[in-house]
């Protein structure tokens, strides 16, 4: 069974930084990209990154709202995804998924298509 | 970045109900899209992947149709159950983008 499971979640002040984890199981870490998906109190879906597997580079893409603030990294000999946040603001308050995705090759660029897999979720509160 | 319009933001239907979801991109996205089901509290769930693709272990009832820029999320039976917001989702360009969302509840 596929599962995956966010930890790391919290209040934390503004400006200050948070380290989420995304422990993954039953399934081959390693082959499949890896998403970060928030969810602001009250409102929509938000993708704030992702991460490719080690065979499409390994490399990861960020929104702009997160750019340069947040970093993924992977970790796949103990089938674990992070997402370190830095410099955190008010508006990152969110719950935080992350997501198993498939891979969708086009326009020269290989990508996460869709989010198959989603775990429980972790709540960032940033607030003073 | 490609903007993805869902309408309506919410409807309210009886159980057994045709409900039917539109979302509009704002460009061309050929078949490139996706629907979630998010019930209160918990982790969105892939329903239709590629415009019509049913997940696996989906419920036939839920359907989807569409290509270009206009599409459309059927429930060809709503059921109590079906008590969710449902969302878009186009994966033709990074970003990836969301539309709002659409409430449905039971009347």
């Known amino acids: 069974e596929v599962q995956l499971v966010e930890s790391g979640g919290g209040l934390v002040q503004p400006g200050r930084s948070l380290r989420l984890s995304c422990t993954a199981s039953?399934?081959?870490?390693?082959?499949?990209?890896i998403s970060w998906v928030r969810q602001a109190p009250g409102k929509g879906l938000e993708r704030v990154g992702f991460?490719?597997?080690?065979?499409?580079?390994?490399?990861?893409e960020y929104a702009a709202s997160v750019k340069g603030r947040f970093t993924i990294s992977r970790d796949d000999s103990i089938s674990i995804a992070y997402l370190q946040m830095n410099s955190l603001k008010t508006e990152d308050t969110a719950v935080y998924y992350c997501?198993?995705?498939?891979?969708?090759?086009?326009?020269?660029?290989?990508?996460?298509?869709?989010?198959?897999?989603w775990g429980q979720g972790t709540l960032v509160t940033v607030s003073s | 970045d490609i903007q993805m319009t869902q309408s309506p933001s919410s409807l309210s239907a009886s159980v057994g109900d045709r409900v039917t979801i539109t979302c509009q991109a704002s460009?061309?996205?050929?078949?490139?899209l996706n629907w979630y089901q998010q019930k209160p509290g918990k982790a969105p769930k892939l329903l239709i992947y590629?415009?019509?693709n049913l997940e696996t272990g989906v419920p036939s009832r839920f359907s989807g149709s569409g290509s270009g820029t206009d599409f459309t999320f059927t429930i060809s039976s709503l059921q109590p159950e079906d008590i969710a917001t449902y969302y878009c989702?186009?994966?033709?360009?990074?970003?990836?983008?969301f539309g709002g969302g659409t409430k449905v509840e039971i009347k």
């Open positions: 997501t198993r995705d498939r891979v969708h090759c086009g326009g020269g660029s290989c990508y996460s298509s869709r989010f198959d897999y």
């Open positions: 039953g399934f081959s870490f390693g082959d499949y990209p």
């Open positions: 991460i490719r597997s080690k065979a499409y580079g390994g490399t990861a």
């Open positions: 460009q061309d996205i050929n078949i490139y």
């Open positions: 590629d415009a019509s």
């Open positions: 989702q186009q994966y033709n360009n990074l970003p990836l983008t």
